[in-house]
């Protein structure tokens, strides 16, 4: 079966612009959830969706945001790029939202600005 | 605010020795734990999970992990270690409903002396 998978797997992206990086979590699975790991540090929660409905954020600014597809795909956008955004981004999915169904990951899009 | 510490940045173990890392979590009530291993350039994989009941947790590769309530602390072990475990491994903790995401501690990186 394939997990769940990211695109692009790199990026390079100048300050001021806007990505959108993608995401296709695994068959069955309806809940997706993005994380920011920063070099060095451990992921950092950004959102999760279920049955296209966001259901949690965590501490971002706006210029993040997200939105999920009827077949559960799921993208991140990112407005205004800063430095600081340079980051791995990874994508996750689970069947549910409750913690019985852990989160499968992807291997991520490295994004880097400049 | 809930938090995870992962006290040891690097640690280098032996090839065929033991391993532990150690994991202390902040937060009121038992939290869901998990334990998670990054080898480079890819994403998360779940090494074992304890949610409630018997305190010592059995994983994937061998891997095995001991709750302790008193100590807030969910430290990972493994009897003897393989070059192929050298990797970025991260304590992670979880709250009732799943909605504020996983919260990851900063990372230990495992290298494997020959």
């Known amino acids: 079966d394939a997990g769940v998978t990211q695109s692009p797997t790199h990026l390079i992206k100048t300050r001021g612009q806007q990505v959108t990086l993608r995401c296709s979590p695994i068959s069955g699975h309806k809940s997706v959830s993005w994380y920011q790991q920063v070099l060095g540090q451990g992921p950092q929660f950004i959102f999760q969706y279920y049955e296209k409905e966001e259901r949690g954020r965590g501490n971002f600014p706006d210029r993040f945001s997200a939105r999920q597809f009827p077949n559960y795909s799921s993208e991140l956008n990112v407005n205004a790029l800063l430095l600081g955004d340079s980051a791995l981004y990874l994508c996750?999915?689970?069947?549910?939202?409750?913690?019985?169904?852990?989160?499968?990951f992807g291997n991520g899009t490295r994004l880097t600005v400049t | 605010a809930q938090s995870v510490t992962q006290p040891d940045i690097h640690i280098t173990v032996s090839e065929g020795a033991s391993l532990e890392l150690r994991c202390n979590y902040s937060y009121g009530a038992t939290p869901y734990l998990f334990w998670y291993v990054q080898s480079p350039g890819q994403g998360l994989q779940l090494l074992l999970k304890?949610?409630?009941?018997?305190?010592l947790v059995q994983g994937i590769k061998g891997f095995e992990a001991e709750f302790k309530r008193s100590q807030s602390s969910f430290n990972l072990r493994k009897p003897s270690v393989h070059w192929s475990d050298a990797a970025e491994y991260f304590c992670a903790v979880g709250f009732s409903g799943g909605a504020d995401g996983l919260t990851f501690g900063k990372g230990t990186h495992l290298i494997i002396q020959p």
């Open positions: 304890y949610f409630s009941g018997d305190t």
């Open positions: 996750a999915s689970s069947p549910g939202t409750g913690w019985n169904s852990p989160l499968h």
